[in-house]
């Protein structure tokens, strides 16, 4: 599966954006994806995952109740949508796809997008 992620820009603190993430192949609906983010000078870290139904999500501590992660199957696409932003949430942020169950690990996910930098000013 081939992925191309998108939405990414800038807002201000306390702002809203939308990530896409389209796919290529036609068995998307057999895949887990996540999105990740890596700010400047760390690590890739979790963000949230949906297995291939939607009927379950997963997200870090940092974001939950704030981002919403959601699936178009009809579609090819992953979203995740992100309110109240805050400038730690600055980062590149990569969807990532993986076959079978939800897993929060980077070396998990075989499959990634190219990424799309999310900047939030304060």
């Known amino acids: 599966v081939q992925l191309q992620a998108s939405g990414g820009g800038l807002v201000q603190a306390g702002g809203s954006l939308r990530l896409s993430c389209a796919a290529s192949g036609r068995t998307f609906s057999s895949y887990a994806l996540g999105w990740f983010r890596q700010a400047p000078g760390k690590e890739r870290e979790f963000v949230a995952a949906i297995n291939w139904s939607g009927g379950s999500t997963y997200y870090a501590s940092s974001v939950k109740g704030r981002f919403t992660i959601s699936r178009d199957n009809a579609k090819n696409t992953v979203y995740l949508q992100m309110n109240s932003l805050k400038p730690e949430d600055t980062a590149v942020y990569y969807c990532?796809?993986?076959?079978?169950?939800?897993?929060?690990?980077?070396?998990?996910?075989?499959?990634w997008g190219q990424g799309t930098l999310v900047t939030v000013s304060s």
């Open positions: 990532a796809a993986r076959l079978m169950m939800i897993v929060t690990t980077t070396k998990e996910y075989p499959y």
